[in-house]
T-cell receptor, first 111, second 115 residues
Framework: SQTIHQWPATLVQPVGSPLSLECTVE??????LYWYRQAAGRGLQLLFY??????ISSEVPQNLSASRPQDRQFILSSKKLLLSDSGFYLC??????????FGPGTRLTVT | AQSVTQPDIHITVSEGASLELRCNYS??????LFWYVQSPGQGLQLLLK??????LVQGIKGFEAEFKRSQSSFNLRKPSVHWSDAAEYFC?????????????FGTGTLLAVQP
């Protein structure tokens, strides 16, 4: 069966520091991969999606970037964090069936 | 453009009572429709989905949802709520025929269950 992992689970970082969040999927090949951010009361905002290695599409202009160095690995990064980057970050994978399956999330607090 | 509206931000029901969470969508054709549930501090879990066919779909944990094309709605129901159902519920819509299979989510409904 398929499994999706995210780490770290929680992270507290100062403003201006770099960021790297990792997501890996097991048990499937060539999945679509997605990064979402969830702010309180705001629902889910799609940040990036990828349909293959090295193929990244950005949904919202922002301080973040994404990379997909391997088929089942998706990384969310920032060179310098802003206070507004705080939130709950969710990675998801999907296939041609369009439904998406979510990881456990990373709680990021920028101080 | 696609959009999803969940008009109820917060709902409180008594344990054992019935539940209906509302979802309305805007889309030019029949979309893919989903309901997800999120417990505090956790990821989202897929409850059920509608692609085509029977407009009443059954999901996990005793939930069901009905697609009503005339009302552009996909409301989630449960006949008897359990305390463990307290969570946030998200409705989502996806476009047919797209290569990227993106979903658009509503802002969620937070369900509280009274003993």
């Amino acid at each position: 069966s398929q499994t999706i992992h995210q780490w770290p689970a929680t992270l507290v970082q100062p403003v201006g520091s770099p960021l790297s969040l990792e997501c890996t999927v097991e048990g499937t090949s060539n999945p679509n991969l997605y990064w979402y951010r969830q702010a309180a009361g705001r629902g889910l905002q799609l940040l990036f999606y990828s349909v293959g290695i090295g193929q990244i599409s950005s949904e919202v202009p922002q301080n973040l970037s994404a990379s997909r160095p391997q088929d089942r690995q998706f990384i969310l990064s920032s060179k310098k964090l802003l206070l507004s980057d705080s939130g709950f970050y969710l990675c998801a994978w999907g296939t041609s069936g369009i439904e998406q399956y979510f990881g456990p999330g990373t709680r990021l607090t920028v101080t | 453009a696609q959009s999803v509206t969940q008009p109820d931000i917060h709902i409180t029901v008594s344990e054992g009572a019935s539940l209906e969470l509302r979802c309305n969508y805007s889309y030019g054709a029949t979309p893919y429709l989903f309901w997800y549930v999120q417990s505090p501090g956790q990821g989202l879990q897929l409850l059920l989905k509608y692609f085509s066919g029977d407009t009443l779909v059954q999901g996990i944990k005793g939930f069901e949802a009905e697609f009503k094309r005339s009302q552009s709605s996909f409301n989630l129901r449960k006949p008897s709520v359990h305390w463990s159902d307290a969570a946030e519920y998200f409705c989502a819509v996806g476009a047919r025929g797209g290569a990227t299979n993106k979903l658009i989510f509503g802002t969620g409904t937070l369900l509280a269950v009274q003993p």
